[in-house]
């Protein structure tokens, strides 16, 4: 079992920035692929983001790419999402979970909101 617990989001203004972090228990975190996922209001959870149990390879859905950036540190069992030029339509809660996820790991998300 490993638990995820997300911070740093907040109300940011669109072409300002972001930076995510998620903590994780577990003494198996450096062995899984990380992601960051969202959920918008009324839609469904979509994926954001990927790295690799090294972080040499990384993979971002086409809305955030360029924009956004994964990274993550096993000794401190963290990954890490940068928002640069966010959006209005970023806003949402943010979560962190391995990937592909495990259904029962999610944590309660935080918030992102972009506006002016």
């Known amino acids: 079992q490993v638990q995820f617990v997300e911070s740093g989001g907040g109300l940011v203004q669109p072409g300002g920035s972001l930076r995510l972090s998620c903590a994780a228990s577990g003494r198996t975190f450096s062995s899984y692929y990380m992601g960051w996922f969202r959920q918008a209001p009324g839609k469904e959870r979509e994926f954001v983001a990927a790295i690799s149990w090294s972080g040499g390879s990384k993979y971002y859905a086409d809305s955030v790419k360029g924009r956004f950036t994964i990274s993550r540190n096993n000794a401190e069992n963290s990954v890490y999402l940068q928002m640069n030029s966010p959006k209005p339509e970023d806003t949402a809660v943010y979560y962190c979970?391995?990937?592909?996820?495990?259904?029962?790991?999610w944590g309660q998300g935080t918030q992102v909101t972009v506006s002016s």
């Open positions: 979970n391995k990937h592909p996820p495990e259904n029962t790991w």
